[in-house]
Antibody
Framework: QLQMQESGPGLVKPSETLSLTCTVS??????????WAWIRQPPGQGLEWVAS???????YSTPSLKNRVTMSVDTSKMKFFLSLNSVTAADTAVYYC??????????????WGQGTLVTVSS | DIQMTQSPSSLSASVGDRVTIACRAS??????LNWYQQKPGTAPKLLIS???SLHSGVPSRFSGSGSGTDFTLTITSLQPEDFATYYC?????????FGPGTKVDFK
């Protein structure tokens, strides 16, 4: 059974960089069938897809965050990473990592981590 | 970006009720539509993919339908564990987007 676990600081100061790690276990991260994604949820609000990465390092991100987001992957360690720079209070959210699976040409998020709350505050 | 809307934003129901949640896309997305269930303090769970395919392990009381711009999630007989928030999500665009959610609570 695939498991995913987010880790990283729970508090980040405004204008600094938010950095999170997702560790994958119980399966392979090196498959062309999957992308690996970050999705966030501000307190009391809905879900927002942030970005996705393939095991080869191909990335794409939501347009509103594109200039501030970097993703990377370390297949040997079964980890992928999110970096979001110049954060503001609006970036305060629970950040989930998830597996993005292709079923035909439809993609969905079929495995999720438990989520980690990141608060942006001085 | 493709905008997703859901209606209603919340509803109150009783155990055994039939519940229907609507999701609409701002443009045609074929059947590139998924549904998720989220309970407080937990990660979302995939219920239905490609508009109508039940995800592994999901009870058959859940069903999805629709194509193009209009989609529906139906729960035929609401169970106590079904009280949650439900989100639709489109994957027609590389930039996936979610609906705002529909909260189902006790009447």
């Amino acid at each position: 059974q695939l498991q995913m676990q987010e880790s990283g600081p729970g508090l980040v100061k405004p204008s600094e960089t938010l950095s999170l790690t997702c560790t994958v276990s119980g399966g392979s991260i090196s498959s062309s069938t999957f992308y690996w994604a970050w999705i966030r949820q501000p307190p009391g609000q809905g879900l927002e897809w942030v970005a996705s990465i393939s095991y080869t390092g191909t990335t794409y991100s939501t347009p509103s965050l594109k200039n501030r987001v970097t993703m990377s992957v370390d297949t040997s360690k079964m980890k992928f990473f999110l970096s979001l720079n110049s954060v503001t209070a609006a970036d305060t959210a629970v950040y989930y990592c998830a597996r993005q699976s292709s079923v035909g040409t439809n993609t969905n998020f079929d495995y999720w981590g438990q989520g980690t709350l990141v608060t942006v505050s001085s | 970006d493709i905008q997703m809307t859901q209606s209603p934003s919340s509803l109150s129901a009783s155990v055994g009720d039939r519940v229907t949640i609507a999701c609409r896309a701002s443009q045609s997305i074929s059947n590139f539509l998924n549904w998720y269930q989220q309970k407080p303090g937990t990660a979302p769970k995939l219920l239905i993919s490609a508009a109508s395919s039940l995800h592994s392990g999901v009870p058959s009381r859940f069903s999805g339908s629709g194509s193009g711009t209009d989609f529906t999630l139906t729960i035929t007989s609401l169970q106590p564990e079904d009280f949650a928030t439900y989100y639709c999500q489109q994957s027609y665009s590389t930039h996936v987007t979610f609906g705002p959610g529909t909260k189902v609570d006790f009447k």
